[in-house]
Structure formats: C-alpha cells, structure tokens
C-alpha cells in the first residue's frame, strides 16, 4: 500500500479547501456502502396510468407518426402515453403565487417564498435512470429541462432556476422513478453567486474565462474521465464529494439556453457513460447532481461558463464540514478519475453496440 | 392543522438564505428518525483500561486528594485513572511532520496539509454524553478543550482551531464513547472567515458587534430556549437545520479564550440542559456542533464574538441544497424554541435536585 501524505487543495475559483486524506489508499470497492432501498409504494404516482395522482402537467412529451409532440393537461383532464411528463410538486418548496413578505425588522430579514418548483419524469420506465437510459430518451427528458428552464426564465421576477437530481434514499430521493428537479427561485443562490462573482473576477484579471482555463488544465491530465466531441468530464482538483465529476461543455456558453443542438446529443452522451461508469464502479450509488448556470438577468456573464457537477454520496458531512466550511476528501480525484475512466470505457462500447 | 406560508429568511450577517418550508407544519415527533446504531465494538478504544489502544495522551486530567491535577503519557507508559484523556487522532486529517507542498501551477493549489488532530475523551462513562453527564464531568472536559486550544494557539502556524463533535452514527460517529475532536488547521476556514469578515463589516458600519446586536433581538424573542446568568440558548432566525440552536456569551468576547471562569460553569450548564433537552425531544437525536471563534492572529478581532451551534441531523441536504449553498428547513425555528423550551425547563429541575 502506497502511503500518499495528505494534502489541502483549493477549488480553482472559489475560496474553499478540501482536505485530501487520501493517506491510508482507499479502494474504490471501500466505497460501496450499505443502501437503505427507497421505500417502494404500492403505486408510484410517477408511473403511466397514475397521472391523476399528481397536478396536471405543463407540459408533457408525446409521439405520434414518429414526431414528438408537446402538449399540456387541460380541463382536469391527464395526457396519457406520454414519453416525458413535467408538473408541479405536489408539495412545492416555493409558489407563484405566495406574495412578498415583510421583514419584522432590518436585522430580521424575509421575503415571500416566490417561484415555482416543477418535477421532470424523464421516462415512463420506472427504472431508466440515466446511467442505463437509451440515449433518445435521455435526450427528450434533457429537452424538457430546457423547455421549462426556457418558460421560467421568460419571468422577470425568477433570478435563477435550480435544475438537479436526487438518485437513491441516502442522496434525498423520496421516490425511486426516474425524475429531476427544476426550482425557479427569486434571488440567485450564495454558492452561483460566488461562483459567478470569482469567475468575472478572473475573467476581468486574466482576459480568459477561468472555466476554459479549467479545460486547459484538466483536458489530458490525471483526472480526465471522458472526452466526447463537445464535452469533457472529469474529477475536479479540489473535489468535496468522493468520486465527484464536472461535466463541461468546450465552447464557452455562459447559458445552458445557449446549448447547440448539435451538443445536446453529445452533452446526452457524456451524461449517459459517466453515470453509467458510476452505477457499474460502485453498485448504483446513491448521488445528487445539479447544473450551474447564468442567472437570468439582462446583465451578460461573459465570464460564466455552465456545467454540471456530480456528487456521489459516499460520505457523511459531519461537525467539521457543516462548522468550517472546509471538506475532508478520501478518495482523491486522481484515483476516481482512473478507475472511473476504465468503466466509462465499457459503457461506451455498450452504447455503441 | 395551520398553514404558514413558507418564506425564505437570511441569515444574520452572513448571504445565506434558507426556504422555511412549514407549510405542513410538522410536529416535533415527524422528526423522530429510524437510528443505525453506532457499531459496538468489542473493545472500545476510548474505554478505561484500553488507553494501549490509542496514541499517548498529551494531556490527561487525574483527581488526587480532591485536587484536579494534569498529566501527559511518557516513555510509553499510558495513564491509568484519568478523568479527562486527550491524545492524537489515531487517522490524523492533519499531521505536524507535513512539509508544505508546491502547487504544480499557479492555478491548481496546493498546501501540505499541516496541523493537529486530536480526541478529548470527555469521561470515563462510555456514555456520558453532554445531555445527561454530571455538571463537573462536563466542566472538566469543556476545560481540556480550552487547554488544548490555548496549546494550539501558541503555534503561529495553526491560524483557527475547529472543536466540534460529532454524536451517533448519521452525524458521523465512528465510535459512541462520548468525545470531542480538534483539529488545528494551518488556515482560516471558509465558513469561519465569511462570518468574521460580516461581523467586521458590521461593527465598522454600526458602530456595534452584530452577535450583541443578535443577543438584543432574540433574548426575549420567540426562538429563545434558555437564559443562563451569562449565555442565551436560541434557535437562530435563518436556521437551516431542523431545532438547530446556537449558544451565544452575554459578554462581549471575540475569542473564546477570553471567556472568564465564572462563566464557565454558565456555559456548561447551559449546553448539559439544551442538549439534555433536544435529547429527551428527540429520543437522542444524532447531531453534530462546532464551536465558532476568533481566529489566530496578532489582528484583534473586536466585531466577532464567540459562540456555538449545534446541528441535529434531522434532514438530508440533496441536490439543492448542494447545489445552490441554500437550504430547505421543514421546522420552523419559533416551533423549535418553544418545544425545547418545555423540555430545558425539566432538565434544569433535574439537574437542581
């Protein structure tokens, strides 16, 4: 066993260290952790057939003549035989229609909990999570994010819109099929704001967007995971999370809603094999993702470059994480990008087959 | 069943928002969790007669004669009959002997991860955890704490030391023997620099230290918990725990090194009855808390001030919360002050018989 003495690292933008206790050489297999199955109900109110158990949908996917077809429920009536369906939490974090709150004083500060919070069922498959999804499918349901990130961003008084994934009890997830998460939230949220204000700092400093600058670095190096033709995904260097990856695209985009949709397919793609490596290497672990993007503002983010970012949940935050605000790492990024990129190999053949 | 509308609060000082999502309006017994047990090993390593099984004590709190006397292990030999025993983390996150080490650009950086990590075995009782330990018990380990972070501090090199503990198995906890751990880090962590740098932006713009100015707003407030002769015990305005309380010195003290003895009995007692509280409220909730001070430095730090927060782990943070830096709390801290007021009322009975 190869003893690597600890080390602090520092994320390439943000002022937050990791802890890279990687001295006692875990394996990847000293990973897998027990898992709490998600409680399977008698009926899911995700699946066909149970529409009615949910809000009507704003918006739904169907396919006729091999077209897709958008559509909504109307008249209290649900579409049925749709390939992807999106409606309201039944239990939304934030309403439309919640009205601004008053502060009780300037030191107590409150707002209304304005926004909407909308599920994505990204397949009428219970089980087609996106590390075994077909690609077209995966496809549709990524489309429908940007239809709804679209929709919402049309809405002056949204600041940001939250789009990520719970997979697995541990990680949060409350029910087992397929689906995301889209919050559209009144204020852009502390750690995007951070991101967005180091990123124009470097941006302004160096005349390169620090994100392209992470490309640079990271595109041949150690902890390269998967290269496709428009993106690139990798362990980051000072990642939190065991096993975490970012997913980025090569062209400078500061907005998702700049994607191409000549990238989509690809950005599909890099999703399907880097998750699929992540279910295989470690037995279908539990994880959270989330895309960061540009705030909705008619300011430019010239220096912002979306991504998303993957957090295997592997470990506990416990009194010195949740007290500092530093992380405690035991798995360093270059091994999870080695065994990860071995098992992406795998994954690729098989979707080629 | 009242509905609230859900809002979103800020913080304090600090940019963090947190969606109060009460709308269900929760009962405290909707938080009662399935626990894990921590593992029960054969031998606990922190138990008496086990001391073989750890590192040397570098400090050990013995009674003689009625008298308490400090002590340290030499030439191999472990002290028997302590009260108190601290002693290196047998898996250091930090070692002294680390050399500093070069980052490979100026954009990837590194540090070696340079500090201290130690365990302060708070009693001989395997379970004599803070909630129900004797007030004196306490008051010995809350003083090796203070040993160890005055020995800490004389580093130059150690710039804040992070005291915080970690209680059962999803907070956490490797081992159930009651215990605190250090860690002297060789830089000022993140979350402990954004508050001193608010505080600092407040005291310059009021004229005011902002944890007095949050003493004058919640000492008769509605999220009070318990007044002590020197400590308020409260569930903070913008909690983004579940019955997270902080614990604030009614004297202005920045570093917790400046707290005098008669307020330490006070503090003692007030952490013995709030956690004895949350205990008996939650049928002995897992939970983790840190304590927040000054950091090391020949800076003075007027506008900060010294406190602890304490963190049940009721809820799991997942892709939002992950995601964004914001936070869902599903118990409003006004339903947490005032049911864990019920409960800290009999505790203090307890303890004054």
């Known amino acids: 066993m190869v003893e690597t003495p600890n080390e602090l690292r520092k994320d390439y933008i943000l002022d937050r260290w990791a802890i890279m206790a990687v001295e006692r050489a875990k394996r990847p297999t000293d990973f897998h952790t027990e898992r709490v199955d998600v409680q399977v109900q008698k009926e899911c109110p995700f699946c066909p057939d149970n529409e009615a158990m949910t809000p009507p949908a704003t918006l739904v996917y169907l396919q006729k003549d091999g077209e897709i077809l958008k559509d909504r429920d109307t008249n209290g009536s649900r579409r049925k035989d749709w390939l992807v369906r999106c409606f309201p939490n039944l239990y939304p974090a934030l309403r439309a229609?919640?009205?601004?709150?008053?502060?009780?004083?300037?030191?107590?500060?409150?707002?209304?909990?304005?926004?909407?919070?909308e599920i994505v069922v990204e397949s009428p498959n219970h089980r087609e999570h996106p590390g075994i999804a077909r690609l077209d499918q995966l496809r549709l349901a990524f489309e429908a994010q940007l239809d709804l990130l679209k929709r919402f961003y049309c809405d002056k008084r949204?600041?940001?819109?939250?789009?990520?994934?719970?997979?697995?009890?541990?990680?949060?997830?409350?029910?087992?099929?397929?689906?995301?998460?889209?919050?559209?939230?009144?204020?852009?949220?502390?750690?995007?704001?951070?991101?967005?204000?180091?990123?124009?700092?470097?941006?302004?400093?160096?005349?390169?967007?620090?994100?392209?600058?992470?490309?640079?670095e990271e595109k041949e190096g150690p902890r390269l995971i998967f290269e496709s033709a428009s993106f690139f995904a990798f362990a980051p260097w000072a990642s939190i999370h065991p096993f975490e990856f970012w997913i980025l695209p090569k062209r400078h985009e500061s907005s998702l809603l700049e994607i191409h949709d000549s990238e989509k397919k690809d950005f599909v793609k890099t999703l399907r094999v880097s998750l699929g490596a992540l279910r295989k290497l470690l037995d279908d672990p539990p994880y959270n993702y989330g895309f960061h993007i540009a705030p909705n503002s008619s300011q430019e983010y010239n220096g912002y470059h979306w991504h998303l970012e993957v957090y295997p949940k592997l470990a506990t935050w416990a009194g010195f994480e949740l007290s500092s605000g530093m992380y405690i790492n035991t798995a360093s990024p270059e091994m999870a990008a080695v065994t990860l990129h071995e098992y992406v190999r795998l994954e690729v053949k098989e979707i080629e087959v």
Request: include cysteine.
């Open 158 to 216: 949204v600041k940001y819109v939250q789009i990520f994934r719970n997979h697995g009890r541990e990680a949060g997830a409350s029910l087992s099929h397929t689906h995301t998460q889209i919050m559209a939230l009144p204020l852009v949220p502390r750690l995007i704001m951070d991101e967005v204000k180091s990123a124009e700092h470097y941006f302004k400093d160096r005349g390169q967007c620090a994100f392209c600058k992470i490309i640079e």
């Open 97 to 117: 229609t919640v009205q601004e709150a008053a502060s009780p004083d300037k030191f107590l500060l409150r707002r209304g909990a304005f926004g909407f919070h």
